[in-house]
């Protein structure tokens, strides 16, 4: 399974965003997809998570309420819609994806099989 992310850019403090993570290979396989971000001198961190029917979704603290998380299984894509950006959202933002047959969502890194090569979202204030 290859994840080709896309749609960072500069964006500006308010504004809103939609990355797109577009799946190939052996896509059958692939279960619950995920999102997550590494900011300048930090970890990486979870951003949010949806099971494979795209049924269920989880999101961390900072980002619920501003992020939705979705994805269209016959385009083999997830997606991440970020709205009222703020300059703690700067980051490079990855997607995920974990070889699964379950409708679970997973929050946690170790838990993914594969890994997109990242987009680069700065908001300025």
């Known amino acids: 399974v290859q994840l080709q992310a896309s749609g960072g850019g500069l964006v500006q403090a308010g504004d809103s965003r939609r990355l797109s993570c577009a799946a190939s290979?052996?896509?059958?396989?692939?279960?619950?997809m995920g999102w997550f971000r590494q900011a300048p001198g930090k970890e990486r961190e979870f951003a949010a998570a949806i099971s494979r029917s795209g049924t269920s979704t989880s999101y961390a603290h900072s980002v619920k309420g501003r992020f939705t998380i979705s994805r269209d299984n016959a385009k083999n894509t997830v997606y991440l819609r970020m709205d009222s950006l703020k300059p703690e959202d700067t980051a490079v933002y990855y997607c995920?994806?974990?070889?699964?047959?379950?409708?679970?969502?997973?929050?946690?890194?170790?838990?993914?099989?594969?890994w997109g090569q990242g987009t680069q979202v700065t908001v300025s204030s």
């Open positions: 290979g052996r896509t059958f396989s692939i279960g619950g």
């Open positions: 995920a994806a974990r070889t699964d047959y379950s409708d679970r969502y997973y929050s946690l890194e170790e838990q993914y099989d594969y």
